[in-house]
């Protein structure tokens, strides 16, 4: 069976970091990563967007939002469509982050939504799964990231599963200090790719890149990234600082499938 999967580092920077700061951070990550072998994405606040764009340019780094609304446009205060992210240039949008869940109301059924739209857009998704704490204890992980993974994807067709790209996240270890452990990223990871082949087919779900995203940082990237089923890393954290994002690059392209 060919597997086709790339590694893809993609850095989400939360609400960190004015515009002028945007740039000097890209000009800071570019030289570093300029041997990479895998995909690298910056995902920024929306007002850095256009520094970012300009940034970047040169380079092989590509820049994601981090949200965006399921319409096209209407009375949404505060809101940003996708086809206004592809006006400008973006290529890629994070959907469905655990934040976004928590603290803003994202259901799994609007994030169904806003990935419809992103995917109708032309933007490539990075779709956001994973459990909290007390559902691990409940021992309903697989279950929560099945049933978010099958709801999300629930009108994509297969063509469009290849501007799909998966980051499991799970809720416990983001911003917290406590990570999975390889094995346990790596189980969930692959438990996603058996939902998508249940979808799909073992042939699409073998091709769908999945990273992992709860507190990969410069020390145990490497680990996390040897695992059979994770394909990259949503950073959070180490993505503000230059050179920890640069080692993570590095792990990617060392590892690289």
Request: charged letters at 20%; glycine letters at 10%; aromatic letters at 6%.
């Amino acid at each position: 069976m060919s597997v086709m999967r790339k590694y893809v580092i993609a850095g989400n920077w939360k609400m960190n970091k004015n515009p002028q700061e945007a740039t000097q951070l890209i000009e800071a990550i570019k030289p570093l990563v300029k041997e990479a072998a895998c995909d690298v994405v910056v995902g920024v606040p929306f007002v850095d967007l256009t520094a970012a764009l300009e940034a970047v340019k040169g380079s092989k780094i590509g820049v994601a939002a981090q949200n965006c609304h399921w319409e096209k446009s209407g009375a949404y205060t505060g809101e940003i469509s996708a086809d206004m992210l592809t006006s400008m240039g973006v290529g890629y949008v994070i959907l469905g982050h655990s934040e976004r869940r928590t603290y803003f109301g994202d259901t799994d059924v609007t994030v169904q939504k806003r990935v419809r739209a992103a995917l109708d857009a032309g933007l490539t998704v990075i779709l956001c799964v994973g459990e909290y704490l007390e559902q691990r204890e409940q021992g309903v992980t697989g279950e929560v990231v099945a049933m978010q993974t099958k709801i999300a994807l629930g009108s994509v067709s297969q063509e469009e599963l290849s501007r799909i790209i998966i980051a499991y996240e799970p809720v416990w270890a983001i911003g917290t200090g406590r990570t999975a452990t390889a094995q346990q990223a790596n189980e969930v990871c692959a438990l996603i790719r058996d939902t998508i082949a249940s979808l799909y087919s073992w042939d699409v779900a073998d091709n769908v890149v999945i990273q992992y995203g709860g507190s990969m940082n410069a020390g145990n990237a490497a680990e996390l990234l040897a695992q059979p089923d994770v394909d990259g890393g949503l950073i959070g954290g180490a993505s503000l600082t230059p050179q920890d994002f640069a080692t993570i690059v590095e792990a990617a392209t060392k590892a690289g499938k």
